[in-house]
């Protein structure tokens, strides 16, 4: 992907006029990125959630599932309508395609004379996805600035990631959890992505609107059935994305936020927060953006030693492992880290937010702990500070 | 290196057992593929389950199995101590007393009564107590039974003079790192996976079946928060205290939760119904 079309959004230009495509269209397109070499990714409705899966047609996509979600809760539902993506996200990130639980990095075997070492092997094929969501397309930006883009590189995300192909399926049917339209990731999308799909089902048919937004997008598109997209269909999607942000579930304010949550460090609300948070680590592991992971060194019986990336959480005692012990010992001083670190720090580090609106931090918390419900109840209660000073170290 | 007299230059390897059962000893035996050349690494000089071909002490590292119940244990522990340069615990009874840990919170003696005709001849502690209450304990190893991999771990770790790659997080990061949709979050599973520790790949979820704490509590584990979660997403009192106390009865994080409920309906003034009596059963 990221070869921008030559002329994006040139009126007139017959690659990047808007198009139609039916049910048979989607499915050619998706023979066609499997045709052209790519493993092609989509949603899929696996143990009772949607998730990322391999897909070789529209048959193995989520047709009538809907989902209804709340801070800790989380339900599929199956409607008799055929709609495919009338969910918004489930459990399993993008970022675990390119960024995955576990990886290892190389392998070395030491004889007498010197160390050999092997590089570990990675995917052959490029990932195409169909069906990524504008919230997760932006997630995977912000993964950029920090893995690819930044001082920092990780060569096996970076590769993968360039290499990737990404038709994002703008959002219909955002969940009680989603506050995408606060942190301007949705439910619309605008540019960076390979096509840009908008599925509508109404009196003009089941079909999707689509947008070209870069040459691989447009070479794709290429010999699959389409229309071009006539005006019905284009107030059609403006329909679509207007009751999606009417039915946003949630929202932050964001105005100001940075600053607020760096003066408010010392606030009552860390520690009741402290309270209730298990420390699990689930909202970090299911966020899009956090990317924290160690480094696992092992050593196996025939001595040979690998050295493995993995994913970490801020909510781990080891993570703020010093010399002599944690410094984040309180699971209040762990809980404001997190927070801070996706509505403040990242702004200083990653000129960005953390945070995209997705809202799965809050439905995959088991205690239901609500990031926005936190923030606005700093917000309002700005400067309050407790009677003693913080420890970082013991209790919460 | 060695402590035998031979030219045998491998490090010596030893298992006790106290009161457990097996289990964990087994997951040695369960390490298949890998035991045979782990035996090219270390010498088995003391593993009665496998052979009873031992080799006198000391030893350089001794894994311990079980818990301290009886007046002998607490002798023989010392001992085992005094032989081993190294002392690992292996497994739940080891950690945290185990099952038979439950006697520690009733009257003493009422359940040997309940289960041996003649309980007199039995000369036994009136708690089940950790190794670590006991001697200094180099590394514990969680679980009911301990998971191989980790087991293999800890003593290739040895082997290397590195530390181990053993995780004190909660299941739940193997639960996402496995892309398991979370029970309780999906299903209203009682699941006491965010407050344990992590070691066993997040088996039981995976399974559908939420996790009852075999590994013991985590390193930050909250378990009053979980417990008011589950009771509002429909468990009792009583299948919470249930779900705390089987094989980690003892641990303290687990221990403090129990109960916890019914006391705060008894300062409200409720009356509770027999049903919600974790005695029952
Ligand atoms: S912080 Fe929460 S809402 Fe924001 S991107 Fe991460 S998971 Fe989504
Ligand atoms: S905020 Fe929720 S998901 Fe995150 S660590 Fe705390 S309890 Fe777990
Ligand atoms: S199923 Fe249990 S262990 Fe797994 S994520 Fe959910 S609460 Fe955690
Ligand atoms: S999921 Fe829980 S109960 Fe099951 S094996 Fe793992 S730690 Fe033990």
């Keep these: 992907m990221s070869r921008p079309a030559q002329t994006p959004d040139g009126p007139g230009v017959k690659a990047a006029d808007p198009v139609v495509l039916g049910l048979d269209g989607l499915d050619a397109l998706i023979t066609k990125l499997s045709e052209s070499g790519y493993e092609v990714k989509g949603p899929v409705s696996r143990g009772g959630a949607v998730v990322p899966g391999s897909i070789s047609g529209v048959d193995d996509l989520p047709a009538g599932v809907h989902d209804e979600q ?3 809760g989380y339900r599929l539902a199956q409607g008799d309508d055929g709609r495919l993506f009338a969910w918004a996200v489930g459990p399993g990130s993008w970022k675990g395609e390119f960024f995955p639980a576990h990886q290892e990095v190389w392998r070395a075997r030491a004889s007498d004379e010197a160390i050999e070492f092997t590089e570990a092997a990675r995917e052959a094929a490029p990932l195409a996805i169909v069906g990524a969501r504008p919230c997760e397309f932006r997630a995977l930006e912000v993964l950029d600035r920090v893995l690819k883009d930044g001082a920092y590189r990780d060569p096996r995300y970076a590769d993968r990631r360039e290499a990737a192909f990404v038709a994002v399926v703008e959002c219909a049917s955002p969940a009680s959890t989603c506050f995408c339209t606060s942190m301007g990731t949705g439910p619309g999308i605008e540019g960076g992505f390979d096509l840009a799909l908008t599925e509508i089902d109404d009196e003009g ?4 609107v689509v947008r070209v937004g870069s040459e691989d997008g447009s070479e794709m598109l290429d010999s699959v059935p389409s229309t071009k997209a006539d005006a019905g269909d284009l107030e059609a999607r403006a329909r679509v994305l207007e009751g999606a942000a009417a039915n946003m579930g949630r929202h932050l304010q964001t105005e100001g936020l940075a600053g607020l949550l760096a003066r408010n460090m010392d606030h009552p609300r860390w520690s009741d ?6 420390s699990c680590g689930n909202c970090t592991l299911v966020c899009p953006t956090c990317f924290c992971s160690d480094v696992h060194d092992t050593t196996d019986i025939s001595g040979e030693s690998s050295r493995a990336r993995v994913w970490s959480s801020c909510f781990d005692l080891d993570h703020s492992y010093l010399h002599g012990g944690a410094v984040r010992a309180s699971c209040s001083s762990r809980y404001r880290q997190w927070m801070t670190h996706k509505l403040s720090t990242w702004w200083d580090q990653f000129d960005t937010s953390g945070c995209v609106g997705c809202g799965r931090c809050v439905t995959w918390c088991p205690v239901g702990i609500d990031i926005t419900e936190e923030a606005a109840f700093i917000a309002a209660s700005d400067g309050a500070t407790r009677v003693s000073p913080p420890s970082t170290r013991g209790g919460s | 290196m060695s402590s035998t007299s031979n030219s045998d230059v491998r490090p010596t390897l030893a298992v006790w057992k106290f009161a457990s059962c097996d289990g964990c000893q087994l997951s040695l035996l369960d390490c298949e593929q890998e035991l045979l050349a782990l035996t090219g690494a270390v010498r088995i000089a003391h593993f009665t389950e496998m052979s009873r071909a031992t080799v006198s002490g000391p030893y350089d590292i001794s894994l311990v199995e079980g818990s301290i119940t009886t007046p002998d244990d607490v002798e023989r522990i010392k001992e085992v101590r005094a032989n ?22 009733v009257e003493p003696g009422s359940y040997a009564s309940a289960v ?5 001849y039995l000369e036994t502690l009136e708690t089940s107590t950790p190794i670590s209450a006991h001697v200094a304990v180099d590394y514990e190893l969680h679980g009911c039974p301990i998971d191989r991999h980790q087991l293999l771990e800890v003593l290739l770790a040895f082997l290397a003079g590195r530390r181990p790659v053993v995780a004190g997080h909660s299941v739940c990061q193997e639960c996402k790192a496995r892309s398991t949709v979370c029970l309780l979050v999906s299903d209203k599973t009682a699941c006491l996976g965010p407050v344990t520790r992590a070691g066993c790949g997040a088996l039981c979820p995976s399974v559908a079946r939420g996790c009852f704490g075999c590994f013991g509590p985590s390193d930050c584990a909250n378990v009053a928060s979980l417990t008011a979660r589950l009771r509002l997403l429909g468990s009792s009192d009583g299948e919470l205290d249930r779900l705390l106390q089987t094989f980690n009865a003892a641990a303290p994080a687990f221990r403090s939760a129990v109960g916890v409920g019914r006391a705060a309906a008894v300062s409200l003034g409720q009356s509770r119904s027999p049903s919600h009596e974790g005695a029952e059963r």
């Design chain 1, 70 to 72: 709340s801070p800790g």
């Design chain 2, 116 to 120: 041996y005709a003649h309980p007199e």
């Design chain 1, 273 to 278: 927060v402290g309270e209730r948070c298990l």
């Design chain 2, 84 to 105: 081993s340069r190294h002392l690992v615990t292996i497994g739940a009874c080891a950690a945290s007393g185990g099952i038979q840990a439950l006697r520690n919170f």
């Design chain 1, 205 to 208: 048919g089941h079909r999707f």
